[in-house]
């Protein structure tokens, strides 16, 4: 009786030991995983505290730009007859204003979207209804046309170009100064995807982008 008790009682201790050092070990995988856990928020709080230093910058860059050359729609306005005047060759030309959803919110870009409606349907240019949201976000203004467009909507896209080129001035890229405006063709893009392109033939897609 006495070696059975002897070993129950070792068997006791054993037990308890192992109980011990699992308890042991998984408060040090539970501190291990707070460190963790700790570290992760550390890193993710400095991701986003540098995200936001970068866009504050360039948010004052834009500013300062603004600051000096106005706000876009002012520098259209001030122009808006005589342009309207030049394009009213091209009347009953269909266009469409495009924004890419990031700047949606952005005051400066939809006052450019405004003045550039406005002047086109002073030229007697028609606007087709929907605004079309564009798969991605630019500097500046894009004006898109289809290769199978009439050479009447490609020279209508070329003068609105030369025009708000003139309007907008030049920008610094660098060292080196650069138009606002850019002009490209482009094949409608298939069912579902998200591309840039006129929704019809003969019409001018105008995507408005962030002041350069």
């Given at each position: ?9 070792a ?54 730009r ?20 030049h ?11 495009g ?18 409606g ?62 606002q ?15 840039p392109?006129?929704?019809e ?12």
């Amino acid at each position: 009786m006495m070696v059975v008790a002897a070993l129950a009682a070792a068997g006791l201790v054993v037990t308890q030991a192992i109980a011990f050092k699992r308890a042991r070990q998984l408060s040090d995988a539970q501190t291990l995983l707070a460190s963790a856990k700790e570290r992760e928020s550390a890193e993710a709080i400095a991701g986003l505290n540098k995200e936001t230093a970068r866009l504050k910058n360039e948010n004052l860059k834009l500013a300062e730009r603004i600051a000096v050359t106005g706000h876009r729609n002012s520098q259209i306005f001030a122009v808006q007859s005589d342009m309207a005047s030049h394009l009213s060759v091209f009347a009953g030309q269909k266009f469409e204003l495009g924004i890419c959803s990031l700047l949606s919110l952005d005051m400066e870009v939809r006052e450019l979207y405004g003045a550039l409606g406005h002047t086109l349907e002073l030229a007697k240019w028609v606007r087709l209804p929907a605004e079309i949201e564009a798969g991605f976000c630019s500097a500046g203004v894009i004006i898109f046309v289809r290769p199978t467009a009439p050479e009447s909507t490609k020279r209508a896209a070329h003068k609105l170009t030369e025009l708000l080129d003139a309007a907008l001035g030049k920008v610094l890229l660098g060292n080196k100064e650069a138009g606002q405006v850019g002009m490209a063709e482009v094949q409608p893009p298939p069912p579902g995807a998200r591309s840039p392109a006129p929704s019809e033939n003969d019409a001018i897609l105008i995507v408005i982008g962030s002041h350069p």
